[in-house]
């Protein structure tokens, strides 16, 4: 098992910064990837950032040149810092963890909501 915990969410204007993180506890080994991800009300959740095979960073279209993805190991943690935050980017956003190629974990979910 993983457990993965976030942090940091709240409300902030448009323009501002956030930092949103993940405490990973559990079984840390065969971790294949992890990464943040977004859900909107009326919408599907959405992937925004990972980590995936040997360091790979991806983004969403969205998230890039305003969002960055970072993992500590000795700290076990994993934090999104965005900014330049828009009114869209408003969502619950997902920590998430993919073990042995199977078994996906995720968060409790952390409230961003940007402000016009």
């Known amino acids: 098992q993983v457990q993965l915990v976030e942090s940091g969410g709240g409300l902030v204007q448009a323009g501002g910064s956030l930092r949103l993180s993940c405490v990973v506890s559990?079984?840390?080994?065969?971790?294949?990837?992890m990464g943040w991800y977004r859900q909107a009300p009326g919408k599907q959740r959405e992937m925004v950032a990972r980590?995936?095979?040997?360091?790979?960073?991806e983004y969403a279209d969205s998230a890039k040149g305003r969002f960055t993805i970072a993992r500590d190991n000795g700290k076990n943690t994993m934090d999104l810092h965005m900014k330049n935050l828009k009114p869209e980017d408003t969502a619950v956003y997902y920590c998430?963890?993919?073990?042995?190629?199977?078994?996906?974990?995720w968060g409790q979910g952390a409230q961003v909501t940007v402000s016009s």
């Open positions: 998430h963890a993919f073990r042995a190629y199977k078994y996906a974990y």
């Open positions: 980590i995936a095979g040997r360091g790979r960073l």
């Open positions: 559990g079984r840390l080994d065969s971790i294949d990837a």
